[in-house]
């Protein structure tokens, strides 16, 4: 295991983020690392895109949305997380559809051109669309909120995916996209008409005209020319998202759990994070069992049987035993994970009595996390 804390890991960074495959903990860790460096006197943002909504009931917060949301201090300090109370712990989900939004306004060269792109029936359905993946508008919420000054410290709890590390391609995904043939077709076309595309799909785009109403082809020639425009701000945009992430004033941490499928995971995800030249502060594992230290079998369970009902005492001498088990099988794992990251920190955390869904659960978890 890791000696040293994670506390001097995450201390003197503007970001930490928190990646990893999905149902290993990464926006309990997330929201534990926030409220606990809050609690030692920083100003901290937490970023979440988890639809559950885990993070606002973990946080107390009737609901948390794209607008920053400070926890109440006198919640932190209920839990325990008031240190110091010049800290402060503030929350917001991402709303990708908007933050895209936000990105095409801030963008473009004038109003004119903000509002046909906003206003293009085009446009409203390929946000949706990228707004789904979900992993750039991340990385430029992110972005924002660490060039605004306003923190101390961002943690984001990176987007659910099939592939853990999808976040680190999507700035390049929109650089590409930007640039891409079909962008600069639709601009160099713009109003030439459909002879462009050949009379059977001149044909089709008049009859899509006549059923819906819509001008398919004059809708994209007016989204491409809008949107191309503004390409230069994009491709600008996506290259310092995409070097904040290598900075050192970032810090990567994988999250996972014991399980032997998250163990392998973890490894190749923290191979190729090595190989990709990424800031990896460390390894946390989450709920890890520990064994019990009392005597097992049938010993357990002739000790049990003085104060307890004979059946009562053997099923809980039985549990027990299947506990150890478990845990035995989770420290295999864990050892197996340490020698692939090698001099890679591995952070362990255990498994706690029940969900971390309050605050108070969350100031344990920190605890864990932060020791010295």
Same mark, same amino acid.
């Given at each position: 295991? +890791?000696?040293? +804390?994670?506390?001097?890991?995450?201390?003197?960074?503007?970001?930490?983020?928190?990646?990893?495959?999905?149902?290993?903990?990464?926006?309990? #860790? $997330?929201?534990?690392?926030?409220?606990?460096?809050?609690?030692?006197?920083?100003?901290?943002?937490?970023?979440?895109?988890?639809?559950?909504?885990?993070?606002?009931?973990?946080?107390?917060?009737?609901?948390?949305?794209?607008?920053?949301?400070?926890?109440?201090?006198?919640?932190? %300090?209920?839990?325990?997380?008031?240190?110091?109370?010049?800290? %402060?712990?503030?929350?917001?989900?991402?709303?990708?559809?908007?933050?895209?939004?936000?990105?095409? *306004?801030?963008? =473009?060269?004038?109003?004119?051109?903000?509002?046909?792109?906003?206003?293009?029936?085009?446009?409203?359905?390929?946000?949706?669309? !990228? =707004?789904?993946?979900?992993?750039?508008?991340?990385?430029?919420?992110?972005?924002?909120?660490?060039? $605004?000054?306003?923190?101390?410290?961002?943690?984001?709890?990176?987007?659910?995916?099939?592939?853990?590390?999808?976040?680190?391609?999507?700035?390049?995904?929109?650089?590409?996209?930007?640039?891409?043939? +079909?962008?600069?077709?639709? @601009?160099?076309?713009?109003?030439?008409?459909?002879?462009?595309?050949?009379?059977?799909?001149?044909?089709?785009?008049? !009859?899509?005209?006549?059923?819906?109403?819509?001008?398919?082809?004059?809708?994209?020639?007016?989204?491409?020319?809008?949107?191309?425009?503004?390409?230069?701000?994009?491709?600008?945009?996506?290259?310092?998202?995409?070097?904040?992430?290598?900075?050192? @004033? $970032?810090?990567?941490?994988?999250?996972?759990?014991? @399980?032997?499928?998250?163990? $392998?995971?973890?490894?190749?995800?923290?191979?190729?994070?090595?190989?990709?030249?990424?800031?990896?502060?460390?390894?946390?594992?989450?709920?890890?069992?520990?064994? !019990?230290?009392?005597?097992?079998?049938?010993?357990? *369970?002739?000790?049990?049987?003085?104060?307890?009902?004979?059946?009562?005492?053997?099923?809980?001498?039985?549990?027990?035993?299947?506990?150890?088990?478990?845990?035995?099988?989770?420290?295999?794992?864990?050892?197996?994970?340490?020698?692939?990251?090698?001099?890679?920190? #591995?952070?362990?955390?255990?498994?706690?009595?029940?969900? !971390?869904?309050?605050? *108070?659960?969350?100031?344990?978890?920190?605890?864990?996390?932060?020791?010295?």
């Amino acid at each position: 295991m +890791s000696g040293g +804390s994670l506390e001097t890991v995450v201390r003197s960074k503007d970001v930490v983020v928190c990646a990893g495959s999905g149902g290993v903990g990464k926006t309990t #860790t $997330s929201a534990a690392i926030a409220a606990g460096m809050a609690a030692r006197g920083n100003k901290v943002i937490v970023l979440t895109i988890d639809p559950a909504r885990r993070l606002a009931d973990a946080l107390g917060l009737p609901a948390v949305g794209n607008e920053e949301c400070r926890v109440a201090p006198e919640r932190l %300090e209920r839990a325990g997380l008031d240190g110091n109370t010049s800290g %402060e712990l503030w929350a917001m989900t991402l709303d990708a559809k908007r933050t895209f939004d936000e990105l095409v *306004e801030r963008n =473009a060269p004038d109003a004119a051109t903000r509002d046909a792109v906003l206003g293009n029936s085009i446009y409203r359905q390929l946000s949706n669309a !990228v =707004a789904g993946s979900q992993e750039y508008m991340a990385m430029e919420k992110l972005y924002e909120l660490h060039q $605004s000054g306003r923190y101390d410290l961002v943690v984001l709890d990176t987007p659910p995916s099939r592939n853990a590390l999808d976040f680190l391609e999507a700035p390049g995904r929109l650089t590409r996209f930007v640039d891409s043939r +079909s962008l600069a077709f639709f @601009r160099a076309s713009g109003g030439v008409g459909l002879g462009l595309f050949g009379r059977g799909a001149g044909a089709l785009f008049a !009859v899509l005209k006549r059923a819906t109403g819509l001008d398919l082809l004059h809708d994209l020639a007016d989204f491409f020319n809008a949107f191309g425009g503004m390409a230069q701000g994009f491709r600008d945009r996506a290259q310092s998202v995409e070097a904040l992430l290598r900075d050192q @004033r $970032s810090v990567f941490l994988l999250i996972t759990a014991p @399980r032997a499928a998250a163990i $392998s995971e973890a490894g190749f995800f923290h191979d190729r994070l090595v190989e990709l030249d990424i800031p990896l502060g460390g390894v946390v594992v989450n709920r890890v069992r520990r064994r !019990v230290n009392v005597s097992t079998g049938q010993a357990l *369970e002739d000790a049990l049987s003085v104060c307890l009902d004979p059946q009562l005492a053997r099923k809980v001498s039985r549990n027990t035993d299947d506990h150890n088990r478990l845990a035995d099988r989770d420290a295999e794992n864990v050892e197996r994970l340490v020698k692939q990251v090698g001099t890679t920190p #591995t952070f362990i955390v255990p498994q706690l009595s029940g969900d !971390v869904h309050e605050l *108070e659960a969350l100031a344990t978890m920190a605890k864990c996390l932060l020791r010295s």
